[in-house]
């Protein structure tokens, strides 16, 4: 797979031309192979991480849940993080990287992007966190797949996430109905008996909406809390 360090983010092009009904196939097998030949340690060594894009509330709740996700990606022994292409965000949960950074500086982070939002979106939203500045995240990988993954709605790209890695846990702190959407994918899976269960961890926290509306996590009630 081609790569390309640019700003401290290391992009590796994972695209695919496949087809039909085994594009899915060769985009996971692409993606695995991409992040083996990284040495990005995957299966039970990663945890995914998402939550609400923006609009969390600060304060004490905040503060704690995000010390005990942290706590709990520590304790779980985990040598890699991935999460799903956000930009970076104060307030949402891309905002929080650069604290799990400075508290688990071993811990490999990479992120999952459709490959035409590089430049469009990502790079520009990172590229000036990739120092060893405080409040930085350093250096990370982003693997690029190709956007016909975004077809199923952006539930489609997680999941797909979730089969190449092969990841035993994820960790949320709040997230919405793509989150959601994301979970219902894995538990029909499992079910059916085609991927083993994913532990889905909830650390739940609320947000506010541009109406000003308080919204906590689309997955409250179906998961326990943290």
């Known amino acids: 797979m081609a790569a390309e360090v640019v700003d401290n983010i290391t992009y590796i092009d994972c695209q695919t031309t496949a087809k039909g009904a085994d594009a899915d196939s060769a985009r996971i097998r692409a993606l695995s192979k991409a992040m083996q030949d990284a040495q990005f340690q995957t299966g039970s060594a990663a945890v995914h991480f998402k939550g609400f894009g923006s609009g969390y509330i600060a304060g004490a709740e905040l503060d704690g849940q995000i010390r005990l996700l942290i706590e709990h990606i520590r304790k779980g022994g985990y040598k890699s993080l991935v999460w ?3 930009d970076y965000c104060a307030t949402g949960f891309t905002g929080v990287l650069p604290r799990i950074r400075k508290e688990l500086p071993q811990l490999r982070m990479g992120a999952v992007l459709l ?10 939203s990172w590229s000036v966190l990739t120092g060893d500045s405080e409040g930085h995240i350093g250096p990370f990988d982003c693997f690029l797949v190709d956007e016909c993954v975004s077809e199923g709605g952006y539930e489609a790209l997680g999941w797909l996430m979730l089969r190449a890695t092969c990841a035993k846990k994820v960790v949320l702190l709040g997230g919405g109905v793509v989150v959601k959407g994301e979970y219902d994918l894995m538990q029909a899976a499992a079910e059916a008996g085609t991927h083993p269960q994913v532990d889905f961890k909830l650390f739940d926290v609320a947000r506010v909406l541009a ?3 308080e919204q906590r996590s689309a997955l409250l009630g179906v998961l326990p809390k943290a």
Request: hydrophobic share 20%.
């Open 211 to 213: 109406t000003g509306e």
């Open 115 to 124: 490959a035409k939002h590089r430049e469009k979106r990502f790079h520009a």
């Open 84 to 86: 799903d292409g956000d």
